[in-house]
Structure formats: structure tokens, C-alpha cells
């Protein structure tokens, strides 16, 4: 009898061990610190996997007291943590949490933190290394990193110890601002020593995306043109822009959602097999991918990209507002809500397999999904019938809420007639695990610790993206607000997007 393994949820072989550091939060009492970052290396310290003398500093220009940052980062792990508050783990992690004011405008500005940083580093015994998190608004990013420059906080890398920069998306709002925002950093720091972070990538579904193609002979042979039909990307929002107008309204779906995750789920799909898991490695695959997408143009767009805006409607039995009516809102606004698209991997693995990507807010739930769906059988045996053909097998992975992924297959209905209908095989994370996936934020700040960049974008990747979606968008300004097509909230998007799927003979299959 085999004996069960005991599974490790953060465990990698060969995975580097994090080092002690020092992490400095610019934004620090700001709302991502407050959701993800303070709730995740509360998790990390609980899971005995914070090295024990981290320190943690928040950044920002409103001056705290270190007991009041403490309290904000309480409140945060209390309200968001994905386990409840333990008191004697919390006093023990809050002793690491300082804060630290600092006024990025002024040549001087961050001699405040600089004197924070030596008195907390000589108290807990830490050595120098540091990582730079900026959780700030984009256009902060280049003056912050200058200004850690002119302050001389970087240690070049190889002459002691670390300093690595964490940067949040979006990274610019198109291909030229992003490249200036690289340069802009490239002058401070190494490509080695920076993390362009995408959270999706730090989800346990996605990294076990290379898992389930790699690690098991079932499922790689099938991942080309010959087998694959199709292959379906769907990251649906139930909620609308909430409280992020400002920064909604100068992105849209196309440059919040398919620059970034959609694009990398897309490249870890259709990648081609590693020949090994060093970081570069992998992420040299993935380019891979995006460099071969079939290039947009005007024709292109207009055929194979659908936009829209969703309207007043319906929202778990709920009027809703449309986006235009939301506060901070552009009352005549252009910006796209959804975002749906055909394209295809012009390469020898995928010649002719159509990839159709979907995103959008105000849809009817919540969800994200990969459905990968092989081709038909063939009309004979049990598919003879042209009224009642049988379904496609279909691999979905799903990303969230519900994690795992299944496989539908066609089964012989008990009894003592032949009967054919489709069935399930289902795998679920908490059910076999027995316990609630760590949260992205948990694996991608122990990465940046281990020096771990594989689930972390490239600049070159990140320049591909913007590279690739950039006719969308020139076109779009070209055709201005006629062209925008509006959805009710609560639907599945506008109905060119059904038409954009059905033209090939396909459906959308919604999780």
C-alpha cells in the first residue's frame, strides 16, 4: 500500500530559502497594504515561514506613531486575513511592524526613513538586505526609485547586501510610457534585481498550471493543434468600479485585465516544455508565447476584439447602477468594461487553434476559468446521431473562487440500454488538501525574499504585452465612442461578443 504524502502548500523542490530583510512599504497605510501585503506576512510569520527577524516598514507622508501603524495593519489582518487573529502570533509579528514618514518631492525627503532603517535594523540584527515594495499610484514610480537613488539606498548586487523593487501593475498605460518607466528603473537597479508583480501568477491554480502539463504523461501529449479544438480564458468581475474610478478610467479592461493576466495565463497554456525551472528559463518559454501571437491591425480589431460598458441593471437581485453613474465617473466616459477577443499562437504547436479571452465587470459572478476543449469525436459508433452529437471533452482550470480543475468525459448511463452522457472528474484544492490555498500575495512576497523571479514578469514580457495590445487601442481612439457597444449589468457582455465566438462555430462556456 502506497502511504500518503504530506504536501507542504508553499513547498518547491530546489526552492531557494527566503533571507531575512528588511521590507519597505512605500504606501504603506495605503489599501493594498492594508488587504493584501500586512494580511500575507501575517500568514507567512504564522506559517513559520517569515524569517524571524524580518522587519517591516511602512512608508508614507502622513507621519504615525509605530503602535498606530500597528493598529492599521490589526485592523487589516482581522478583516482580511484568510485565518482568524491568533493574539500570541499577532504580538510576536507586530513587533516587526515600524513606520516611517517620508515626502518623496523633497531632495531630502527620505532622510526620516533612513534613520528609521538604522536604528530598526542594528535593533533586530538584520545585515542590510532590503526590498523596496512601491504600493503607490504608477506615477510615483520612477520619482520613489530616483529619489532611493539620490538617497543611496541601493547596494549594487554582488557587493553585500540585497536591495530588490517590488512594482505593482500597471506598468505605464502603453508601450512607450511603459518603456520609460523601465528605463527610468533599469538606471537604479538590475533586471535581476526587480519584481514586476501580476498576483495572478501567485495563485496556486495557475502555478500548478505547469504542474498538471509537465508532471503528468496524460495531459502534455494533448496540448497541441492536433488534439485541441479551442481554448477558452475567462476572468469575470461580479462587482463594478467601486472605488476605483480614478485609476479605472485612465486604464479600462484591455490595459487593467489583458495586458497582464490574461496574456501570462495565456503563455502558461500554450508554453512550450522548459528544460528546466530556473526563472529565465521558464520566462524565456513564456515570451515565447507572446511573440508569436498573431499581430493585431485595424481589420483585426474590428473582427476579433470586442469592447463594452456595462449599464444600469441586475446584480444578485439588486438594482445597479451603470458605470457612467458611478462616483468619480466621466458622466460621457469611453471606457471599456469588457473586453472580449480572438487570437491565435501562430506557431507549430498551435497553428489553427483559436484562443478566446474574456474579461469583464459587472458580469453574473465571479469567477475565473481556463476551459481547454479537445476536438470532437468523430460521427461514428456513439456519435452518429446529428440531433444529439456528443459533447467535447473539456480540461477546465479553475483559478478562483471554487480552485482545481476537472475533466469531462462521456460515460454509459447504467441500465440495459446504451446511453451516453457527459460526466465529471473533479479535483478540489480544500477538499483533497483539507485546507484553503495560501493567498497569492503569501507566495510571491516569500519569492521576492528567496531572490525566486520565476512567477515574476520580465521586462522584455512586459513590453511584448503592451506591444501586442497597442493597435487595440489606437483603433479604438480612431472609431471613438460610436463604436462602443453598452450590457446590462448582470449579463455576460455585450452581444457582439457572443457573435465574435459563434462566427467560428463555438460557444462561450461560462463558469
Not at 72 to 99: C, H, I, K, N
Not at 189 to 218: C, W
Not at 223 to 249: C, L, M, P, S, W
Amino acid at each position: 500500500m502506497t502511504t500518503p504524502l504530506e504536501i507542504d502548500p508553499h513547498a518547491r523542490s530546489s526552492a531557494p530559502a527566503p533571507q531575512p530583510a528588511t521590507i519597505v512599504i512605500f504606501g504603506g497605510a495605503g489599501d493594498l497594504a492594508h488587504r493584501k501585503l500586512l494580511p500575507a506576512l501575517y500568514n507567512l510569520h504564522v506559517d513559520g515561514l517569515l524569517p524571524p527577524s524580518t522587519a517591516v516598514v511602512g512608508v508614507g507622508r502622513k507621519p504615525l506613531t509605530d503602535d498606530a501603524y500597528r493598529q492599521f495593519a490589526r485592523e487589516g489582518v482581522e478583516q482580511f486575513s484568510r485565518r482568524p487573529l491568533d493574539g500570541a502570533q499577532w504580538e510576536a509579528f507586530a513587533a516587526s511592524l515600524f513606520f516611517a514618514s517620508a515626502d518623496i518631492d523633497d531632495e531630502r525627503g527620505l532622510a526620516p526613513l533612513g534613520s528609521k532603517l538604522d536604528v530598526v535594523e542594528q535593533a533586530r540584527g538584520l545585515k542590510g538586505n532590503r526590498i523596496y515594495y512601491l504600493a503607490v499610484p504608477p506615477t510615483l514610480f520612477v520619482p520613489t526609485v530616483r529619489q532611493l537613488a539620490r538617497s543611496r539606498f541601493i547596494t549594487p548586487p554582488g557587493s553585500g547586501p540585497f536591495a530588490r523593487l517590488v512594482v505593482e501593475k500597471p506598468i505605464g498605460q502603453d508601450l512607450q510610457s511603459a518603456m520609460a518607466i523601465n528605463d527610468a528603473i533599469a538606471e537604479v537597479f538590475a533586471e535581476p534585481q526587480i519584481f514586476r508583480i501580476d498576483h495572478y501568477l501567485g495563485k496556486e491554480t495557475v502555478q500548478n498550471i505547469l504542474v498538471m502539463r509537465f508532471a503528468n504523461s496524460l495531459f502534455e501529449p494533448l496540448f497541441n493543434q492536433k488534439y485541441i479544438d479551442h481554448v477558452q480564458i475567462t476572468v469575470a468581475e461580479r462587482e463594478g468600479v467601486g472605488t476605483r474610478a480614478g485609476y479605472y478610467e485612465q486604464a479600462g479592461a484591455l490595459r487593467d485585465m489583458v495586458q497582464n493576466h490574461l496574456l501570462q495565463l495565456l503563455a502558461l497554456v500554450a508554453m512550450e516544455p522548459p528544460h528546466s525551472l530556473d526563472a529565465d528559463v521558464v520566462r524565456d518559454e513564456k515570451l515565447e508565447v507572446l511573440q508569436s501571437l498573431r499581430p493585431l491591425n485595424d481589420t483585426s480589431v474590428d473582427s476579433c476584439v470586442v469592447r463594452g460598458q456595462y449599464t444600469a441593471g441586475t446584480a444578485e437581485d439588486e438594482r445597479v447602477l451603470g458605470y457612467r453613474q458611478e462616483h468619480g465617473v466621466n458622466p460621457a466616459s469611453t471606457t471599456e468594461t469588457f473586453v472580449a477577443l480572438q487570437t491565435f499562437v501562430d506557431n507549430w504547436r498551435w497553428a489553427g487553434v483559436p484562443f478566446f479571452l474574456r474579461t469583464g465587470k459587472r458580469l453574473p459572478t465571479r469567477a475565473s476559468a481556463i476551459s481547454i476543449q479537445l476536438k470532437d469525436v468523430p460521427p461514428i459508433l456513439f456519435n452518429t446521431d446529428k440531433a444529439r452529437r456528443l459533447d467535447a471533452n473539456v480540461l477546465t482550470i479553475r483559478i478562483q473562487p471554487d480552485e482545481g480543475f476537472s475533466l469531462s468525459i462521456e460515460s454509459k448511463v447504467p441500465g440495459p440500454h446504451v446511453r451516453v452522457r457527459p460526466v465529471e472528474m473533479n479535483f478540489d484544492y480544500t477538499d483533497t488538501f483539507g485546507t484553503a490555498s495560501p493567498e497569492a500575495y503569501e507566495r510571491l512576497l516569500l519569492d521576492v525574499m528567496a531572490g525566486d523571479a520565476t512567477l515574476f514578469m520580465r521586462r522584455d514580457s512586459v513590453e511584448t504585452s503592451w506591444r501586442w495590445i497597442t493597435p487595440a487601442l489606437d483603433r479604438w481612439d480612431e472609431l471613438g465612442p460610436a463604436s462602443l457597444p453598452v450590457y446590462p449589468a448582470g449579463t455576460w457582455g455585450p452581444e457582439a461578443a457572443c457573435h465574435l465566438i459563434e462566427r467560428s462555430g463555438r460557444r462561450w462556456r461560462h463558469p
